[in-house]
């Protein structure tokens, strides 16, 4: 079973920047998509960003597109979210998985995901 572990959230004012950060176990991540999830309190767990196996192409959600930008580095077994421009409804706990197509998870388990909070 891969383990995914998040990091990187903390508090910041709006406008502000923050750089999350997925380690994943296993051999096989460089076998898949990864894609980061985010569910703020009383809402469902929502698409943000995913990126190909080979890091060569990326797709965003539409509020976080020129705002937030997704990279890997599969000799680290590792993928990124680069939050800039940061608003308060973007307040969540973000989760990484991998992608089984689209902007749908492969894993049917999530990690701890890491809080990101954002002042007005």
């Known amino acids: 079973q891969v383990q995914l572990v998040e990091s990187g959230g903390g508090l910041v004012q709006a406008g502000g920047s923050l750089r999350l950060s997925c380690a994943a176990s296993g051999r096989t991540f460089s076998s898949y998509a990864m894609g980061w999830f985010r569910q703020a309190p009383g809402k469902e767990r929502e698409f943000v960003a995913a990126?190909?196996?080979?890091?060569?192409?990326?797709y965003y959600a539409d509020f976080v597109k020129g705002r937030f930008t997704i990279s890997r580095d599969n000799a680290k077994n590792t993928v990124y979210l680069q939050m800039n421009s940061l608003k308060p409804e973007d307040t969540a706990v973000y989760y990484c998985?991998?992608?089984?197509?689209?902007?749908?998870?492969?894993?049917?388990?999530w990690g701890q995901g890491t809080q990101v909070t954002v002042s007005s």
């Open positions: 990126i190909r196996r080979s890091g060569g192409s990326t």
């Open positions: 998985n991998g992608i089984a197509g689209g902007d749908k998870p492969l894993y049917d388990y």
